[in-house]
Structures are given as structure tokens and as C-alpha cells.
């Protein structure tokens, strides 16, 4: 895949199809020079982390959510539109996109069908459609919203200040290892691979739409404005 058009403060645009043929949109708000990336919908059956960017996305657009003015945030609320659409972790080929992305631990061993890799790295539109846009972009940092039984905001690379920085607003713990092996994760593939700083908000699972947002509005508008070079 050729590198991304991104677009213009204010706008959104479609940045690739879903297996299903499903668009996967990209939208900016701000001009600063601090790239900051927000994904949700990764999994499908997560609908607190991609409802949460969608609201977020729209009090940005109607202006009663403002960034601050070193900041261009680019949110891709639904990454995987066709899990979102069934209420299903995988995409339409039944591949965990995080497990599928090319880090350099990637495995197609896997036991539960949930987290199934795919049968090579990186083989999914949707983790193509991620990874050139990490390529084009080239993000300061890098939030990606779902939902555990046990929320936490789990960080990747050099970030436990960020994740710190967040924890003073919502009052998850910071933490690195999420408990269990995630080989061909967004984490290891930005984060420990690429020096990115890494954030996967994990929202309590079934947590009302109304009340996550409340929890977390505060924490994502301060993990944004962290780094300011």
C-alpha cells in the first residue's frame, strides 16, 4: 500500500477497505506539530473503546471538546468496521488484528480461536491499512481504546510518565504487561519495536457509554497534550 493522503484540520477521510469492503475513516482535528493517533474498534466486540473515539470525534467536530494548540490528533474510530458491525473480536476472516501486525514475535501458534494470528504476519487488509498509516503519520504517540474486566491503561516503550500522567484523571493503574502474551500487537509493533509511545486504554468491560466517558474524557485529552516537542 502506497502511503496515506491524510487530511486537512476538520475533515475526515477514508484511508482503505475493510475485508468486507467496509471504509475505515481517518479524520484531523488541529494543526500542531505534535501527531497524535486515536484508534478504537480495533476488536469488535469492545464497543466501549470505539464508542468512546466516535463520541470524542464528535464534541471535537461540534467544538465543545477542544485540543490544545501543539497538537494534530488523526482518530480512526473503527479499525476493524466489520467486527464492529457483528459484535466480534476478529475481522471477517476471523483474524485477532492484534495479533497480526509484522513484530518480530509473531507466531501462528495460538489455542483460543479468539486470538487467531492469521497465517502470516501482517496478512489482514486492516493491519496494512494500520501500518501504513503509522508510516505516513509517523505519531508522536499512539492511543488505542478497548475494553478488560480488569482496566488498566497498559503502556508500551518509554511511557510509564504518560501512563502516569493519564492514571491522575481516571485512576487506572499503569501497567506494562497485560498478563498474557500478545505477540503481533499494536504495543509491541509501535511501542518496544518502533519507540513509539504506546497507550492501550483498557476501559472496564460493559462499563455505560455515559460513565466511561466520564471517566476517561479527562485522562485521553491529558495522555494528548503530554509531549509537546
Not at 477497505?17 to 505534535?34: D, H, Y
Not at 483460543?112 to 497465517?119: A, K, M, Q, T
Not at 493519564?166 to 504487561?177: E, R, Y
Not at 455515559?210 to 476517561?216: G, I, K, R
Request: with cysteine; net charge negative.
Amino acid at each position: 500500500m502506497a502511503s496515506l493522503t491524510l487530511p486537512d484540520h476538520g475533515k475526515t477521510l477514508p484511508i482503505g477497505k475493510s475485508t468486507r469492503q467496509a471504509s475505515i475513516e481517518l479524520a484531523r482535528f488541529g494543526q500542531g506539530p505534535v501527531n497524535s493517533l486515536l484508534i478504537g474498534g480495533v476488536h469488535g466486540d469492545e464497543p466501549e473503546g470505539y464508542l468512546f473515539a466516535e463520541r470524542f470525534k464528535k464534541e471535537l467536530e461540534d467544538g465543545s471538546l477542544q485540543l490544545p494548540e501543539h497538537v494534530s490528533l488523526f482518530i480512526c474510530p473503527r479499525l476493524n468496521p466489520d467486527g464492529c458491525a457483528v459484535d466480534r473480536r476478529t475481522n471477517a476472516r476471523n483474524v485477532d488484528l492484534n495479533r497480526n501486525l509484522p513484530t518480530k514475535d509473531w507466531t501462528v501458534d495460538f489455542t483460543n480461536p479468539r486470538y487467531f494470528p492469521g497465517l502470516s504476519a501482517g496478512s489482514e487488509v486492516e493491519s496494512e491499512i494500520t501500518v501504513t498509516l503509522i508510516e505516513s503519520l509517523k505519531p508522536t504517540m499512539i492511543m488505542s481504546l478497548h475494553s478488560y474486566e480488569h482496566a488498566m491503561i497498559n503502556y508500551n516503550g518509554d511511557c510509564l510518565d504518560l501512563a502516569e500522567a493519564m492514571a491522575k484523571s481516571n485512576g487506572l493503574p499503569p501497567k506494562s504487561d497485560i498478563g498474557y502474551p500478545t505477540p503481533g500487537s499494536l504495543g509491541t509493533y509501535a511501542g518496544w519495536e518502533r519507540a513509539i509511545p504506546t497507550i492501550t486504554l483498557e476501559i472496564l468491560r460493559g462499563q455505560l457509554p455515559d460513565d466511561a466517558y466520564s471517566q476517561h474524557k479527562g485522562a485521553v485529552l491529558d495522555g494528548l497534550a503530554f509531549y509537546k516537542k
